[in-house]
């Protein structure tokens, strides 16, 4: 697959660790945030979103955290698999308006190791 | 792939020569996209379409068009290709009734340009 993972922050964890990827947004503004997770070769894919009227989301071993007063993202994954190695990316938008445009973070290299 | 198709997967291509990639989507979803993605940059949105024949410019638009003729199909053209425009294309959609600002990949497509 393509190195999508170059100059990316990298993050190892042994399988059936809980996983913490962090993620900063600049727009203060920003009031809806998505985490997406890319395999190699493959598009992202939607794994979790959250609204700014909300702190804390959980999905599937997936828990989104969020600090707005620091601008502050955080993917947690329980119990890590090795299917999870994959770049994951948090994106920011702001929900209102005439277009829903992303913008993207560089994303974190999550590497599960058996 | 949420119903998106990107074509061709894979194109090599020399400078200057015009190159037309394709995003076919059965969503139904309003709004559509393209990113390129590079190691260190991340997803750069290039343009997007909130309708049929409404496009407007993202943040590296320059020596790309894009055209929308039908809700499920949006172009993405290079007029001349250059080396710097070698990258790895993503095609996205979204809809703010039916699917919030989540944006859904296609499985992208790997361009070289010689």
């Known amino acids: 697959g393509e190195s999508v993972g170059l100059h990316l922050p990298t993050l190892s964890v042994q399988e059936g660790d809980n996983s913490i990827i962090n993620c900063a947004y600049s727009n203060s503004a920003s009031d809806y945030f998505i985490w997406y997770k890319q395999e190699s070769g493959k598009g992202p894919q939607f794994i979790i979103d959250i609204r700014s009227n909300m702190d804390k989301r959980q999905g599937q071993r997936v828990t989104v955290l969020l600090n707005k007063t620091v601008k502050h993202l955080s993917l947690q994954i329980a119990a890590t698999q090795p299917g999870d190695s994959a770049v994951y990316f948090c994106?920011?938008?702001?929900?209102?308006?005439?277009?829903?445009?992303?913008?993207f973070g560089k994303g974190t290299l999550l590497t599960v190791n058996p | 792939d949420a119903g998106i198709t990107q074509s061709p997967r894979h194109k090599v291509t020399e400078t200057g020569t015009p190159v037309t990639l394709r995003c076919h989507q059965t969503?139904?979803?309003?709004?559509m996209y393209w990113y390129r993605q590079d190691p260190g940059h991340g997803l750069r949105l290039i343009h997007y379409?909130?309708?049929?024949?409404?496009?407007d410019k993202g943040e590296v638009s320059d020596g790309y068009s894009v055209s929308r003729s039908k809700t499920e199909d949006f172009l993405l053209t290079l007029e001349s290709a250059t080396s710097s425009q070698t990258s790895v294309y993503f095609c996205a959609i979204s809809d703010p009734v039916l699917a919030k600002n989540i944006q859904y990949f296609g499985a992208g497509t790997r361009l070289s340009v010689l």
């Open positions: 994106a920011d938008a702001l929900s209102g308006g005439s277009n829903y445009k992303l913008t």
């Open positions: 379409s909130y309708g049929v024949k409404d496009t």
């Open positions: 969503e139904n979803h309003r709004y």
